[in-house]
């Protein structure tokens, strides 16, 4: 899961097992149009997403469930301007998604449109990372 949520989401119950073992290098040719079907479910009104992709474009890079990595950006999911350029314990991925999703092309300009849907509310995480590896925050 390179991207959380997304297999959740855009997968059908059934081709999941499939989608988890099929080589990314294939998932985007078997899996796409699903996603694509699945997105116009959940936002009819999709034309592009912040980032100025189609469903088609859009849903095709979701569907390579690969998490990127610059050698030459920031590590961030999305920090306003690097995009998937790999992904910080701190980076709000859902939020992210959410705005791709929902968020329409002018999501990043202040004017989402459907402001309601981009933000799942979870502003941080429960305890704080840690300075040194291995970063994540102890259990509880």
Do not use: C, H
Not at 44 to 71: E, I, P
Not at 78 to 85: A, K, P, Q, S
Not at 92 to 110: H, K, Q, R, S, Y
């Amino acid at each position: 899961m390179g991207r959380p949520a997304i297999n959740t989401v855009f997968v059908d119950m059934g081709d999941k097992d499939t989608f988890n073992v099929t080589i990314p290098t294939n998932q985007s040719a078997a899996f796409q149009s699903q996603f694509q079907t699945k997105l116009l479910a959940l936002n009819a009104g999709y034309t592009t997403n912040a980032l100025g992709q189609d469903a088609a474009t859009f849903t095709g890079l979701l569907a390579t469930d690969v998490l990127g990595v610059s050698l030459v950006a920031p590590t961030t999911f999305f920090d306003g301007t690097n995009v998937l350029t790999g992904r910080a314990l701190g980076d709000d991925v859902i939020n992210v998604e959410l705005t791709l999703i929902f968020g329409g092309p002018d999501a990043l300009t202040g004017m989402p449109t459907n402001p309601l849907l981009i933000n799942d509310n979870v502003d941080s995480n429960d305890k704080p990372f840690l300075t040194s590896f291995p970063y994540l925050a102890s259990p509880w």
